[in-house]
């Protein structure tokens, strides 16, 4: 039977592009072209292995209710053993279908970006692609983990690669000493997730000590356990939270920093120094995308708190870091000029719609938008990196211009993956899982009163996804209309074939994807399909006509002044930004320079750890030199002198 034959061969999924790293390593450095079909094509196999999970998955009646669990003993240590396996349940096979197609997808990209046979190409070509191969072994062995601990190990090989991949070009060094390079970038990236995963590692810890086992069957699954769990009080630290929300805490913690929520998101922007498929990587199939699937995997441990006490402390604090950094980054987005820069911190505030979604409970409008943004995501990075190629390596949004008719294939596209970010009516996908959010937020919100969180829950997101639509018709206006306001953009060319097809294939899924989730009260046939695969257990959101239709207005209106300060007039060269100009006629520039600089996070954060941490060891330095170090070495010295004389004196 077809089904079973893919469930028992899951265990490969990981396996295939982890061999590719070892034979690249270890065999083909000096062959780029047998170092990238590996590559390649271990994820083309990973892809075919895993849409077969997929659909098995899809066609096993009740997989919800009843999942699947392979496990072989991995080593022992006195009464205790540690188990590897494999958990197969709808939030892994919906993830399954997006990861490694996505991947896939970058894979084939990466050939062309990288220069495969051209002048350019890197010299470091083979070492890239061994370390996305590994990059998608960690993604992908997260997805399939069968229990915390084989997950938090696939977690780490992702932060391990997320250091490689970023500071790839390590040698780069920039004329701007306040501009950051690669290798600093690698390194702040590595340092600040690992503040995350520090929490994570003792919700973990926490965990165990409680339930004596890591397994999801034993913990996550366990309705007896979650609910004694959510019964016992945590320890005095936590001020009153039961055991449950306390783990659920600390395990949330290591997601703020994996998905880059406020105050861990200032290493996401500066992941975009990494090639640019390395960004579509990060930004869509991987990294970030697994801090919301923790999230979602552990929402049983949430949600039973509801169950039995109507409300989760945990889930607020949830649902209003995720809406404060949905809008705070979307205000920022607006005033990068990088092209890059604008999707990093549009990443940024959507992965804080789908964390704010699951601290409302909206779990599967979370993996709904989880699973479209990834698509619509890695076209929109990958559309980037190839006007990067087409303008000779220009970032600077400003200096384009004009591309439209020069490079069709990546201008449709790009529109394409633009449409969907901004939630387009009807016809994208980001429309139809966004809405879903913001129907779940005003739903709670309906529930509880005016005055309850929910409500100030779905107003920062309902902004958030106005400002979302400007600063896309924004980014796609100073990249493709008008007259070239560069050099580099005036002799711009389409890019390869390697490199726009996966933004073809891409477009299609950005568009489409969403009509898997639309409400059961537009389809007329019973629940959703993505709601009745995902989310059997919890109640389907209500189709909210009023949401729909604001969500589809501020979609379009934001899309429409985007055009209108940008589109209907494009700048020339020498042209200051209109918003730029504006809000320094009405004396706010120094706001405007404050959204170019991040809201200065990384300065503050570089005068308290970075400059704070020198001046305190600077303060240890003199502390152990001049009052610990130095007065023993004099004490020992003077003890000696005197010693000395007094022998002196006797011999006399």
């Known amino acids: 039977m077809m089904q079973e034959f893919f469930f028992n061969i899951t265990w490969l999924i990981p396996v295939f592009p982890f061999l590719a790293f070892l034979i690249i390593v270890l065999f083909t450095q000096d062959n780029n072209k047998l170092s ?28 919800g209710e009843h999942p699947i669990r392979k496990i ?96 790839f070009w390590f040698q ?14 690698g390194l702040k990236a590595f340092l600040v997730t690992k503040v995350g995963d520090l929490f994570l590692m003792l919700g973990i810890i926490y965990l165990y000590s409680q339930a004596g ?35 659920a805490a600390l395990i949330f913690g290591g997601a703020v920093g994996k998905s880059a929520q406020f105050p861990l998101h200032v290493w996401l922007p500066d992941a975009m120094e990494g090639p640019t498929p ?12 697994a801090g919301v699937f923790l999230v979602a995997r552990i929402f ?57 979604a699951l601290g409302i409970g909206a779990y599967v409008a979370a993996t709904f938008h989880l699973i479209t943004h990834a698509f619509f995501k890695a076209l929109l990075f990958m559309g980037s990196g190839s006007v990067i190629v087409g303008c000779h390596h220009e970032q600077d949004m400003m200096e384009m211009g004009g591309l439209r008719k020069k490079m069709p294939k990546t201008f449709w596209t790009f529109l394409a993956g633009g449409l969907a970010l901004s939630g387009f009516p009807l016809i994208t996908a980001g429309f139809w899982s966004k809405d879903e959010i913001l129907a779940h937020a005003w739903h709670e919100f309906m529930l509880e009163g005016t005055a309850s969180w929910p409500f100030f829950v779905w107003l920062l997101l309902t902004i958030a996804a106005f400002l979302t639509a400007f600063y896309t018709a924004r980014q796609i206006s100073l990249t493709f209309l008008g007259k070239p306001r560069g050099n580099h953009a005036e002799h711009a060319h389409e890019t390869p074939n390697t490199m726009t097809f996966p933004l073809i294939l891409l477009a299609f899924f950005a568009i489409t994807l969403g009509f898997v989730g639309i409400p059961e009260e537009i389809v007329g046939q019973g629940n959703n399909w993505f709601h009745a695969f995902v989310g059997h257990e ?115």
């Open 300 to 356: 049983p441990l949430l949600n039973i708190v509801v169950e039995l006490e109507h409300h989760n402390p945990t889930m607020g604090l949830i649902a209003f870091i995720g809406a404060f950094t949905a809008i705070f980054a979307s205000i920022i987005a607006i005033a990068q000029n990088d092209i890059k820069g604008v999707l990093a911190f549009s990443t940024i505030s959507q992965l804080g719609y789908m964390i704010a």
């Open 172 to 185: 780069k060094n920039y004329d701007d000493p306040n501009k950051i390079t690669p290798r600093q970038a």
């Open 36 to 63: 990238h079909s590996l590559s390649i094509g271990s994820m083309a196999l990973s892809w075919v292995v895993g849409w077969g999970v997929v659909f098995s998955a899809i066609a096993t009646p009740h997989l």
């Open 278 to 289: 390395v960004s579509a990587l990060i930004h869509a199939a991987t990294m970030v995308s």
């Open 72 to 167: 072989v003993p991995w080593f022992e240590t006195g009464t205790i053993t540690f188990n590897i396996g494999y958990w197969i349940d709808p939030l892994m096979a919906i993830t399954l279908f997006m990861v490694p197609f996505v991947c896939l997808m970058i894979f084939i990209y990466a050939v062309g970006y990288m220069g495969y046979g051209t002048d350019d190409v890197d010299p470091k070509y083979s070492r890239f692609f061994a370390y996305i191969a590994l990059f998608a072994t960690g993604m992908l062995g997260l997805v399939i983990s069968e229990n915390l601990l084989t997950l938090f190990m696939s977690w780490e090989i992702m932060g391990l690669c997320s250091y490689l991949l970023i500071g």
């Open 538 to 652: 919890y109640a389907a959101t209500p189709l909210s006509l009023p949401v729909m239709l604001l969500s589809s207005g501020l979609a379009v209106g934001g899309l429409g002044l985007g055009w209108f300060v940008y589109g209907r007039k494009p700048l020339v060269y020498g042209q200051m930004d209109p918003v730029e100009s504006g809000m320094k006629k009405i004396h706010l520039g120094w706001l405007y320079t404050a959204m170019q600089k991040r809201f200065y996070c990384d300065d503050l954060y570089r005068a308290i750890f970075i400059n704070g941490s020198v001046k305190l060891a600077d303060i240890f330095y003199n502390v152990d030199y001049n009052w610990v170090i130095d007065p023993f070495v004099n004490l020992v010295a003077t003890i000696g002198r005197g010693i000395s004389g007094l022998l002196n004196k006797f011999d006399e």
């Open 213 to 247: 086992s890591l397994s999801y069957a034993d913990t996550l699954f366990n309705h007896e356990f979650l609910t004694h769990l959510a019964e016992t009080p945590a320890l005095p630290i936590f001020g009153g939270l039961s055991a449950a929300s306390a783990i």
